[in-house]
Structures are given as structure tokens and as C-alpha cells.
């Protein structure tokens, strides 16, 4: 028996995207990622896919040069729409600067991804749709975040002086 890989149908899409959502929220990024990469073989563009398989690649994260990061910012700068593009780079750098945080990256490159983070956040914002202020709870967090861990503060005296 050969190994490859099988196509599936155009008409299969919705389903399999339903299932790429669902191993999502079972915690099994891998293999929402798998179904992604089987979408996006033959529709590239497909925005659910590369929107899924972004976040997939982001639940990878360990905070180690290994991570997907570049895959998952490719797929991110793929979404058509301005305020997914921004809002799902702004949970990029903030995946990636949590992770980080996880296993003792120097403070100052984590401020620096948060820093992005808040910027695309910022971003999504200006051009959300009404009523929708995901955007908006993100950047709290960020806010937070470094709020309740001073040697994240980028503003802090030792930088001024």
C-alpha cells in the first residue's frame, strides 16, 4: 500500500471545517490542523481554513524557536477581510508572547510582542464591525496582563533613564 495523501471533495468543506472547529475545542490542534491542510489543498484561499489552521498552529505554541510562528502569520496575512487580518495577528503575537512568558524569555522581548499585539488589536478596532468588541476584550487582557507582571512594564523607570 502507498502512503499519500487523499484529496476530498469540494462538497465535504463545510463538514470538514465543523470538524476542524471541533478537534479545536477538544484541545487536539494537531489534527485540526491536518483537516485544515487537506481544505486548503484544494482551495487555497478557503478563509475558514486559514483562519482555523492560524489558530491551530497558535495552539502549538510552546514559547521555543520551533513553534509554527511564521506558518501561522502566513496564513493570518491570507485573510481577506482587514479586521480578521489584524485581529488574528494581534492573537499571534499574544499566543507567542504568553508562551514565552511560560518558559522565562527575557521581559523585554515579551513586552515587545505584546506591544504588537496591543497595536493589532488597536487596528481590528478601528475598522470592527458594529457590535463587536472582540478586539477590545483582547486588548484588555494584554493590558492586564502586563499590568500584573511589572517586569513586563515597557514604560518603566529603568527605560526612561
Keep these: 500500500m502507498e502512503l499519500i495523501l487523499k484529496k476530498i471533495s469540494g ?7 465543523r470538524t476542524a472547529e471541533h478537534y479545536r475545542n477538544l484541545n487536539e490542534p494537531t489534527e485540526a490542523e491536518s483537516i485544515c491542510r487537506d481544505i486548503l489543498a484544494i482551495d487555497k484561499a478557503n478563509q475558514a481554513a486559514l483562519r482555523l489552521l492560524g489558530l491551530s498552529l497558535t495552539d502549538q505554541f510552546t514559547g521555543h524557536d520551533t513553534d ?6 502566513r496564513a493570518f496575512a ?3 477581510d482587514p479586521y480578521e487580518r489584524s485581529y488574528y495577528t494581534g492573537m499571534l503575537r499574544e499566543r507567542r508572547a ?3 512568558l511560560r518558559i522565562g524569555r527575557p521581559s523585554y522581548e515579551v513586552a515587545a510582542l505584546l506591544r504588537d499585539a496591543l497595536t493589532c488589536f488597536e487596528e481590528a478596532a478601528n475598522v470592527r464591525p458594529p ?3 472582540e478586539a477590545l476584550l483582547r ?3 494584554c493590558v492586564r496582563l502586563v499590568q500584573s507582571r511589572p517586569d513586563l512594564e515597557w514604560m518603566s523607570q529603568r527605560r526612561r533613564s
Design 139 to 141: 486588548w484588555n487582557h
Design 98 to 100: 504568553k508562551a514565552e
Design 131 to 133: 457590535g463587536n468588541d
Design 78 to 80: 491570507s485573510l481577506e
Design 11 to 17: 462538497d465535504a468543506i463545510p463538514a470538514a471545517i
Design 68 to 73: 509554527p510562528y511564521n506558518e501561522a502569520e
